[in-house]
């Protein structure tokens, strides 16, 4: 399976009314087919009344095992259902990053 | 000599708006990181930051401190504000600029 099926799997939990899983590792400083650098848009319910920071946390707790074996960057928007307008911002361009 | 636990214990508690970042405002080695360090300067306020990939003590033990795997990290009183995702939210609502308000030191 691959990270991304993975991601996909794990976000089910959440029970998503929409959910996005998109690969930017293209545009980042790490080798073709990478998959570090990726963005999740989730509409979710029992994102209402929790704050940003605590929605980021749920979804990083879910995704620690990722984060732990290779997955570098999370772009996250996350919507309660009455939030959210069908669109969500651009990931920021790459400046280099690590190099390590 | 102290934990890097209390080294940033102490810097969030010693500087009211500091940010956890990849490079420098002025040199940013990563989007994300100069896109969050954009938004707080657009607001006209004083803030310290720290460039993690100079201070990689920081830049292990910080995710356990916030319990955030990632930078950029905004930290204003002591209270994680989050990372570039949320920052750029709040200054297209227009809210960043209280927050930072009601933290930033008189200049």
């Not at chain 1, 319910?45 to 946390?57: A, I, N, T, Y």
């Amino acid at each position: 399976m691959t990270r991304q099926q993975r991601i996909e799997q794990q976000l089910q939990q959440l029970s998503p009314l929409h959910l996005d899983v998109l690969n930017e590792s293209h545009g980042h400083n790490v080798p073709p087919n990478s998959e570090t650098h990726f963005k999740l848009v989730i509409v979710a319910r029992e994102f209402s009344g929790l704050s940003p920071v605590k929605r980021h946390q749920r979804v990083y707790a879910l995704l620690q095992n990722e984060l732990d074996s290779g997955l570098h960057a999370l772009a996250m928007h996350l919507y309660s259902p009455d939030e959210w307008q069908g669109n969500s911002p651009d990931s920021p361009a790459c400046m280099g990053g690590s190099k390590k | 000599m102290a934990t890097t636990q209390e080294v940033i214990a102490q810097q969030i508690n010693e500087n009211p708006i500091i940010l956890y970042m990849k490079g420098s405002p002025n040199q940013p080695q990563c989007g994300f990181s100069a896109k969050t360090s954009q938004c707080i300067m657009a607001c006209g306020f004083r803030f310290a930051f720290v460039d993690v990939l100079a201070n990689p003590d920081i830049r292990s033990e910080l995710p356990k401190y916030g319990n955030w795997p990632t930078f950029p990290q905004l930290w204003v009183k002591g209270e994680l504000i989050g990372g570039c995702d949320i920052v750029v939210d709040l200054h297209e609502k227009d809210e960043l600029k209280a927050i930072l308000a009601e933290a930033a030191p008189a200049s």
